[in-house]
């Protein structure tokens, strides 16, 4: 069974940085499209940076600049660097796999077959 979960987040304050692990079993990381999501307080679930099964990456407005989404194939692991952490940035991330190997990946959360618990990131100002 394929199963992936997310660790790595953590309560900062504004300005500081945070790394999240996606790791997964019963998948490949390599080969396959996958993505970062949030859901802050009172907000709908959005996406934040995607990956595609040939490493090309998208990002979110709201973290251009600001976040890097990679992997290590080595480790089969997802990774999420978060630098320069904003009051915005709160909310709860979860790690999404697709079942498909898109080229260009899907912003739509139920497009993403797998996905992980997730990790709370808390940015205080």
């Known amino acids: 069974q394929v199963h992936v979960a997310e660790s790595g987040g953590g309560s900062v304050q504004a300005g500081g940085s945070l790394r999240l692990s996606c790791t997964a079993s019963?998948?490949?990381?390599?080969?396959?499209?996958m993505g970062w999501f949030r859901q802050g307080p009172g907000k709908e679930r959005e996406g934040v940076a995607l990956?595609?099964?040939?490493?090309?990456?998208r990002y979110a407005d709201s973290v251009e600049g600001r976040f890097t989404i990679s992997k290590d194939s080595d480790k089969n692991t997802l990774y999420l660097q978060m630098n320069n952490l904003q009051p915005e940035d709160t909310g709860m991330y979860y790690c999404?796999?697709?079942?498909?190997?898109?080229?260009?990946?899907?912003?739509?959360?139920?497009?993403?077959?797998?996905w992980g618990q997730g990790t709370q990131v808390t940015i205080s100002s």
């Open positions: 019963g998948y490949t990381v390599r080969t396959n499209s």
């Open positions: 990956i595609g099964a040939d490493v090309k990456t």
């Open positions: 999404a796999a697709s079942a498909v190997r898109w080229y260009t990946p899907s912003w739509v959360p139920s497009d993403y077959k797998y």
